[in-house]
């Protein structure tokens, strides 16, 4: 059965920093595409980053770029994203996803992304308090 279990959200006071981790098991992160949604209350989910370590390609929305890190660690099956000089507008639930994609890219993890990835997390609430 395949699984995502998130996990490192909470709050934070602006300029903070979070590191979210995402357990999976079921298939081998390194044969998918592994990335981060988000969706603030109102708002559309929005693709924030993605990787894909046998392809070698990664992707960040303009808006954490420079702020954000997404890594994995193979041994542990493990993706996760480290969220530096965190904004009040960085307030989400934050879902980890999986992919059969070969890459990942800016399509993978806008429209399409939003309603055909293959697999998703659970959530963990992110706030970032001004």
């Known amino acids: 059965e395949v699984q995502l279990q998130a996990s490192g959200g909470g709050l934070v006071q602006a300029g903070g920093s979070l590191r979210l981790s995402c357990a999976a098991s079921?298939?081998?992160?390194?044969?998918?595409?592994i990335g981060w949604f988000r969706q603030a209350p109102g708002k559309e989910r929005e693709g924030v980053s993605c990787?894909?370590?046998?392809?070698?390609?990664?992707y960040y929305v303009d808006s954490v770029k420079g702020r954000f890190t997404i890594s994995s660690d193979s041994a542990k099956n493990t993706m996760y994203l480290h969220m530096n000089s965190l904004k009040p507008m960085d307030t989400a639930v934050y879902y980890c996803?999986?992919?059969?994609?070969?890459?990942?890219?800016?399509?993978?993890?806008?429209?399409?992304?939003?309603?055909?990835?293959?697999?998703w997390g659970q959530g963990t609430l992110v706030t970032v308090s001004s």
């Open positions: 990787m894909h370590k046998n392809d070698g390609t990664i």
């Open positions: 996803v999986a992919d059969a994609s070969a890459m990942c890219d800016k399509e993978l993890m806008g429209a399409w992304g939003r309603q055909a990835m293959d697999y």
């Open positions: 079921g298939f081998t992160i390194d044969d998918f595409a």
